[in-house]
């Protein structure tokens, strides 16, 4: 197998040069290219130009040149080149000599003309790489910032126009190159006096790309594990599904399944904003999309009768595990060793572990109660899950339905309080955690008619 020959050369443009011959013709925002670092006093930016001006290097900038097919499907744009890397550097100068910000308290405007000649002079340094596949530079761009600060989501952009990673990037923000819709959860408005994003249902925004990678967490349970959803994310896993080749195109089925799950957080937004003050926090967006998958794993199929209703019951019970002053405040979680209300947020926060996204969740639910009461379901031929007798067992505050005595997992079985037998639904709402014994006992009687024959 013939390793194709990679061609490049080096080149020392002065900055008057790159401000009037490279820049315009250099796409420096690329699909795939890390999004700029928000920052209301452009420190970074400054940091750049003070490094110039100080007299020393800002480090070589890579650009790769585009054939004619590529420049076609760039938007019909001008561009010759496109960034590899040194995005940030190449916008920085730019916005500086067009005065966009100050250094050292002055515009490039201000400095004496042997000052601004002697910055136009600066010598620069460039890689220029002859024409390349998008894979080649985007392994490019990450053999590149192996050692500076890209984060895991950022490197995983750089996959530039391959079809996972196009599914994440448009449904979460717009591609200047495309003019796509992103989901409207994600929508957003610039703020008049800072310029900051303003999130309409989030309240947490997406630098360094955290709403991208919140979102590629939701979309790998769906692309990769549709038939269990609530589960780990690790972002092992992650690259490994940005890397897939077999994957060829994303389904409509399950764009249709990512788009409901989207706007159930959407409506839980829209509630949590008239109750609360702001969108969807970051632990809010993990244990309602935790949430959601449960409910699908757990009916296939269901409708939530009232969202306000919901909304109100998944915020009194997460207030309740959250509270640090709270009934859980004190009460240790054997398997973690920290108390529940410690443990619940750290599990939460702990997407990559499946173990632990199934604990906090059976906590969130036991405290929801009767969760059936806000959905409408169809009962199918079904045993009671793990997680719904985990949830039932912490709801009934680990002791046996029928004794009301300490009850252990390992001594725990799943009863219908409404034998099966007797129309009785296989839903949380008809469960029951009792002592192997007792539900032997019972047979194909209702817990509360065992009940009365025991006290009889």
């Given amino acids: 197998m013939l390793i194709p020959t990679i061609k490049y050369e080096k080149r020392n443009p002065t900055i008057r040069k790159f401000r009037d011959e490279m820049y315009h013709k250099t796409e420096c925002l690329p699909i ?18 003070k490094t110039l001006l100080d007299g020393f290097d800002i480090g070589t900038i890579t650009i790769v040149k585009l054939n004619r097919k590529q420049r076609r499907a760039a938007a019909k744009v001008k561009y ?30 201000e400095l004496t003309d042997e000052k601004k000649a002697s910055f136009l002079d600066t010598e620069l340094s460039f890689t220029i790489y002859d024409e390349l596949d998008t894979v080649t530079k985007g392994q490019i761009f990450r053999t ?51 310029g900051e994003s303003i999130y309409h249902y989030l309240s947490f925004d997406n630098d360094r790309l955290k709403q991208d990678h919140a979102f ?26 940005y890397q897939d080749k077999g994957i060829l195109e994303i389904s409509q089925s399950t764009k249709s399944k990512v788009k409901k799950h989207l706007d159930f957080l959407l409506a839980m937004s829209e ?52 509270n640090k002053d709270g009934k859980y405040a004190d009460i240790v979680h054997e398997t973690s060793g920290y108390s529940v209300q ?47 007798k985990e949830a039932k067992l912490a709801g009934q505050g680990f002791v046996c339905a029928v004794d009301g005595k300490k009850l ?10 409404i034998a099966h037998t007797n129309g009785g639904l296989t839903v949380y709402s008809n469960l029951a955690m009792v002592r192997a014994c007792y539900n032997t006992e019972m047979g194909t009687m209702s817990l509360n008619d065992y009940m009365e024959q025991l006290v009889a």
């Fill in 80 to 109: 010759e080149f496109e960034s590899i890397d040194g995005g940030h550097r190449k916008r920085s100068l730019w916005e500086y000599l067009q005065d966009g910000f100050k250094v050292d308290g002055k515009f490039f405007s």
């Fill in 216 to 241: 590629a967490r939701i979309a790998y349970r769906y692309i990769c594990h549709p038939k269990t959803l609530l589960d780990g994310s690790h972002d092992k896993e992650l690259e490994v599904m």
């Fill in 144 to 194: 590149l910032n192996k050692t500076t600060d890209v984060n895991f989501i950022e490197m995983l952009n750089s996959y530039g126009d391959e079809v996972v990673a196009n599914f994440i990037r448009e449904t979460v923000r717009i591609v200047k190159q495309i003019n796509n819709k992103p989901h409207v959860l994600f929508d957003y408005h610039n703020s008049t006096k800072t």
């Fill in 32 to 49: 795939g290219q890390r999004l700029p670092v928000k920052s209301t006093d452009n420190e970074k930016s400054v940091g750049i130009i």
């Fill in 408 to 417: 252990n997992w390992k001594d725990a079985h799943a009863a219908h309080i």
């Fill in 342 to 388: 410690v443990m619940y947020k750290k599990y939460i926060a702990a997407p990559w572990d499946g173990k632990k996204i199934s604990t906090a969740i059976a906590y969130l639910i036991g405290e929801m109660k009767n969760i059936e009461n806000f959905i409408k379901t169809k009962d199918v031929d079904r045993a009671f899950t793990v997680l719904e």
């Fill in 271 to 322: 509630h949590r904003k008239i109750k609360y003050k702001g969108g969807l926090t970051q632990h809010d967006f993990k244990a309602m999309s935790y949430l959601y998958f449960y409910m699908l794993d757990t009916y296939k199929s269901f409708e939530i009768i009232d969202y306000e209703d919901f909304f109100e019951a998944y915020a009194i019970a997460n207030t309740t595990l959250m």
